[in-house]
């Protein structure tokens, strides 16, 4: 027990000692006994390090894991890519990982220059001015969208697409409850049906690509949210953002999304990291959510960096703060940021265009197999769907015992949808690979 | 000879130095380091067709340009992020004494538990059969985190504390609706954390503060005065944020459940009573914790953390879903939902990886090692406190559990030394300063957590830098501690010209 306690028993003594005390005990003497816990925690005793990562080894062991352990074509917002050995080294730098939130500006300089140079990524990236230092991940960044944008028109209807993934839009449902009122516009032929009368919105929720994969009409959505009067809130790939058209150039007012494709493992679904940007004016200096790093100066005229427009935040702003964030996500924002310096502009391409040739590339493999259909005839970068003659539980459990992870099963979020597939490539799957999945894919949905 | 070519000496492109480790020389922006063209990445040879953008992605949708993004080496990467390491204080660099925070030492077991292959390449929309390794590892922590706080079910998606705190006040209006009851007001210590009542304020309830008293503690009889039947909860840290163990909790906690309302555990002090006492056993209804302070997850410069709620038996059946449940007739995980659940905090499972760390570090201390990491933290505490006695004013006085408040009000009296002047004074003296101006109850507040982890003799130290720059403020009227820091990368910032400028990415000068 106690392995990371350093005292010795003689220095406890000691320590006591000056305090008067005894006993280790004696500490807690003034809490009343009511309340004090007899006979210690029921909890097994302490263990070493090599049975600890035995047991670790063990848990590890009886996962499947999609990296490793298939051949995957899983998407639906967790996405298997390289990860460079020089973003992992990095990200593991202890200075990193064992510092706590830049508050002291004058000892965090890495820390708050890593997330200056993240922020100016991530507005690039959606073609926005200004990035926040991250949020907690996907969804709760598209709650934080809605919240800005409700504060902003000082409105409470959002109209969310139903093409914005299922587990996004239920966070948005829980934490949103108690303030705003969620409208859901349908999915025709792959892509959001908006009404023509959005009432009086506060935001219009659009995915880009869409959880189908599909190219959504981003300029149309963001006219119908001005025309209204509402901000247009794009929840945006980012990579995605290699090929396509910038949310910001589209007309989007915030650009909120996922960054785990960059520098972030599957890891069961996170610690992932939350993208954020918006307009400069009139969002930032009022309504931005989490925390912002600024450049200014030092005593000495250098240039330095610096959390900065805390006023907005909640350790000032208490009850009237617009968002209750304290921590975010730095070092996996830190993660993304070295990753995507390692792609660099030309790479972050290369990538784009990789993912899309994959999924072209199975597609056409994959719909000649009889009775399987694309999902909508709407265009996709590098996650389709598909429909399926058997249900796609079934398909899935067939491909699993060949080696593949063949997608997720849409069934239990759109039933309507019928037998639904959801597959995505990334740049780490071969023609042979697929090749090899389109030949068991014929036969698993038999 | 010819002229050194102009492309070779732009001034910080693809330049690997280290200038700004031992020269102090500012370090450039990522992108400064550019040069065009030049690239560090490479992909897997694939063999798929090579179609062109533009056969890819119609006119419409497809961008003239990728985003702009820095052009850099692997090499120049490297470098630059390697020196902007050594311009960053880290608790593997040396003891960070930061009140509320908890900056423990977390050790490298877990980084390695947190590593293996078959737990980071798990998709997270992956069949219950193939990760049952991971729903094992998720009921096994729901198990021992009500184990050590002393509740019944846990739900581990919230991503950090606050999202935990956001949770917990969405579980306690569930509560509160289920009851048919319609309540508007929680009440909150004016100790508490920001993050308490913005977290009241988007789960749609109005903050009521309830004074401290002169003790430090709750003010019984001003609670008495603010409990009725508008009161949804009272939300406690305990100890408390003055690092105070709230002695009258029983008596809290029967005047909130006597109105009807719920008693919420702010989990940000539990590092000092695991093993000890028991949230749920002082009469709590709902606890949250922040897995990056008690059970060591690293801080990661402001998160990964991870904020698991906790609840008592008759809220059960409201909390977040899925969670992964033992099915008997089996023997096999499954993800169950509960019957009235308040909906998904997070995209997934919560912050998988990092709640894996917070397993191993459990499993390496156990129950008795928990215990006496709570002994030990609240022994330096009392130490620390105890040789400060002369060099600040404790306006609270009661004895401390894991970190104290002292106030510098009297030196700045005396000298007009500010507590940010010491602090950043402190830094040259080898520690990080500890937290300043919080809880707002306190002039002048330093709020000194050494946690557990640190050597008798490093809180020793840290004693006597405390003396030392206390002193040298009476002796030289503030002179060294208005110029601190000296011997960092940077020195004082302005942090006014920042908000004024409003400079948030790097543009091309």
């Not at chain 1, 398909?395 to 992870?405: C, F, I, N, P, T």
């Not at chain 2, 009297?410 to 000298?415: D, E, G, M, S």
Request: charged share 20%; proline share 6%; aromatic share 6%.
């Amino acid at each position: 027990m106690g392995h990371y306690v350093p005292h010795t028993e003689a220095e406890l003594a000691a320590m006591l000692g000056f305090l008067g005390l005894e006993s280790l005990d004696d500490l807690y003497a003034h809490i009343p006994d009511a309340v004090r816990l007899a006979g210690g925690l029921d909890v097994a005793p302490g263990a070493s390090e090599s049975d600890v990562l035995a047991r670790i080894d063990a848990l590890g062991a009886a996962n499947q894991p999609a990296a490793g352990g298939f051949v995957s074509f899983a998407g639906f917002g967790a996405y298997e890519h390289e990860l460079p050995a020089a973003v992992r080294a990095l990200t593991f730098r202890s200075e990193f990982v064992t510092s706590y939130t830049p508050y002291q500006a004058e000892l965090s300089q890495g820390v708050l220059q890593a997330l200056f140079e993240y922020q100016t990524m991530i507005s690039s990236l959606f073609g926005l001015d200004v990035a926040n230092a991250s949020l907690y991940d996907g969804a709760s960044a598209a709650v934080e969208g809605l919240n800005l944008a409700a504060a902003a028109t000082r409105r409470k209807v959002a109209w969310v697409s139903a093409a914005v993934h299922p587990n996004v839009r239920e966070v948005i449902r829980t934490l949103t409850a108690p303030r705003l009122e969620l409208r859901e516009a349908p999915i025709v032929d792959g892509v959001t049906r908006w009404p023509d009368d959005l009432g009086d919105a506060a935001a219009v929720l659009v995915a880009y690509p869409n959880v189908l994969g599909c190219l959504e009409d981003v300029a149309d959505a963001a006219r119908r949210a001005h025309d209204a009067g509402a901000l247009l809130v794009a929840y945006a790939d980012p990579v995605a953002a290699g090929l396509l058209r910038s949310v910001g150039s589209l007309g989007a007012d915030v650009a909120v999304g996922e960054g785990q494709p960059f520098g972030t493992p599957l890891g069961f679904g996170g610690p992932y990291v939350g993208l954020f940007a918006t307009r400069q004016a009139p969002y930032v200096r009022r309504w931005l959510p989490g925390r912002l790093v600024g450049e200014t100066l030092d005593a000495d005229e250098r240039r330095a960096y610096v959390l900065t427009l805390s006023t907005r935040e909640q350790h000032i702003r208490r009850a009237d703060a617009s968002s209750n964030v304290c921590t975010n996500q730095t070092l996996i924002a830190i993660a993304a940021a070295i990753h995507l310096a390692w792609l660099g502009s030309s790479g972050l391409r290369e990538l784009a265009v990789r993912c899309a040739r994959g999924a072209r590339y199975a597609r056409e493999q994959l719909v000649r197999i009889p009775g399987v259909e694309p999902l909508a005839d709407t265009p996709t970068l590098y996650e389709f769907g598909l429909r399926t003659p058997v249900p796609a539980a079934t398909v899935l459990e067939r491909l699993a015992e060949e080696g593949y992870l063949g997608g997720v099963d849409l069934a239990p979020h759109y039933p309507e949808l019928g037998n639904a597939l959801l597959l995505a490539v990334t740049e780490t799957r071969t023609k042979a690979e697929v090749d090899g999945f389109a030949a068991a894919f014929e036969k698993a949905v038999r | 000879m010819s002229s050194v070519p102009e492309l070779l000496t732009t001034p910080n492109a693809g330049r690997a130095s280290s200038a700004a480790v031992i020269g102090r020389d500012r370090e450039p922006v990522v992108f400064e380091l550019s040069s065009p063209g030049r690239r560090g990445w490479s992909f897997r040879a694939t063999g798929m067709p090579e179609w062109d953008a533009a056969e890819l992605v119609a006119d419409a949708h497809r961008n003239d340009a990728p985003p702009v993004l820095p052009e850099v080496s692997e090499r120049d990467l490297v470098a630059h992020f390697t020196r902007l390491t050594s311009r960053n204080y880290s608790v593997d660099l040396g003891a960070y004494p930061l009140g509320s925070c908890t900056m423990k030492y977390n050790p490298k077991l877990c980084d390695v538990a947190s590593s293996v292959p078959g737990l980071t390449g798990v998709h997270p929309a992956q069949p219950a059969e193939q990760t049952q390794g991971w729903l094992r590892l998720l009921a096994e922590l729901e198990d021992v985190l009500c184990r050590v706080t002393g509740m019944t079910a846990a739900t581990l998606q919230p991503a950090a504390g606050a999202q935990g705190e956001l949770t917990g006040l969405l579980l306690m209006r569930a509560w509160h609706a289920a009851q048919g009851s319609v309540r508007t007001k929680v009440l909150i210590p004016d100790s508490a954390h920001g993050t308490n009542p913005a977290s009241v304020t988007l789960a749609g309830y109005q903050t009521v503060e309830v004074p401290s008293d002169a003790r430090g503690l709750v003010d019984l009889d001003a609670l008495r005065e603010l409990v009725d039947d508008e009161i949804a909860g009272l939300m406690l840290t305990n100890p408390n944020t003055l690092g105070l163990f709230e002695t009258d909790i029983v008596e809290i906690a029967r005047l909130v459940h006597d109105a009807g309302g719920l008693l919420y555990y702010d989990g940000a002090n539990l590092n000092a009573i695991l093993g000890e006492v028991r949230p749920g056993d002082m009469g709590f209804d709902i606890v949250h914790m922040n897995l990056h302070k008690t059970f060591a997850v690293p801080h990661g410069g402001g998160g990964p953390g991870a904020g698991p709620v906790a609840v008592a038996a008759r809220l059960e059946e409201f909390l977040p879903g899925p969670r992964p449940a033992l099915d008997a007739a089996t023997n096999r995980y499954v993800w169950t939902t509960p019957p009235r659940s308040i909906g998904r905090i997070h995209g997934w499972h919560g912050n998988a990886l990092a709640l894996a760390r917070a397993y191993s570090y459990i499993l390496a201390n156990g129950g008795d090692g928990l215990q006496r990491v709570a002994e030990a933290a609240v022994l330096n505490a009392r130490y620390l406190k105890e040789r400060l006695r002369d060099v600040f004013d404790f306006p609270y006085d009661e004895p401390c559990m894991h970190e104290f408040v002292g106030s510098a009000a009297n030196v700045k009296k005396a000298t007009g030394v500010k507590a940010l002047d010491l602090a950043k004074r402190l830094i040259e003296e080898g520690f990080h300063p500890p937290t300043m101006y919080f809880p707002l109850i306190v002039d002048e507040a330093l709020m000194v957590e050494p946690t557990e982890t640190e050597s008798p003799q490093t809180v020793e130290a840290m004693a006597q830098a405390f003396e030392r720059v206390v002193a040298e403020a009476r002796a030289d009227g503030g002179a060294a501690a208005h110029a601190a820091p000296r011997t960092t990368p940077v020195s004082r910032v302005d942090e006014v010209l920042a908000a004024k400028q409003l400079r948030l990415r790097w543009t091309p000068e």
